[in-house]
Nanobody, 121 residues
Framework: QVRLVESGGGLVQAGGSLRLSCAAS????????PGWYRQTPGKQRELVAR???????NYADSVKGRFTISRDNAKSTVYLQMNSLKPEDTAVYYC???????????????WGQGTQVTVSS
């Protein structure tokens, strides 16, 4: 099964920026409706941003105007540009999407293992 691998997390001061990347572990036929979620201890995982094949996007109200999701279909990669970061953005960020592999019918949903983002004040 294909894995999703996140990168780009780290420690940053409030007001700073980070760019997260999520890529398939090997070549795939398509990567559909990819998105980013985040989770803090004791809280439910929440949607941060999602993008469709048509380019439409969906953002959590708390990140609108600060975060931007984008994708590179040729690389089966999705990005999350995070600007004006706040301490409240501290969380583990997870990539999610539907993978379709060449030679197989249908698709399946995959979660990445997460990347830590810590924003200090």
């Amino acid at each position: 099964q294909v894995r999703l691998v996140e990168s780009g997390g780290g420690l940053v001061q409030a007001g700073g920026s980070l760019r997260l990347s999520c890529a398939a572990s090997r070549s795939i036929f398509s990567f559909n409706a990819p998105g980013w979620y985040r989770q803090t201890p004791g809280k439910q995982r929440e949607l941060v941003a999602r993008i469709t094949s048509g380019g439409s996007t969906n953002y959590a109200d708390s990140v609108k105007g600060r975060f931007t999701i984008s994708r590179d279909n040729a690389k089966s990669t999705v990005y999350l540009q995070m600007n004006s970061l706040k301490p409240e953005d501290t969380a583990v960020y997870y990539c999610n999407g539907n993978v379709r592999e060449a030679g197989f019918l249908g698709e399946y949903n995959v979660w990445g293992q997460g990347t830590q983002v810590t924003v200090s004040s």
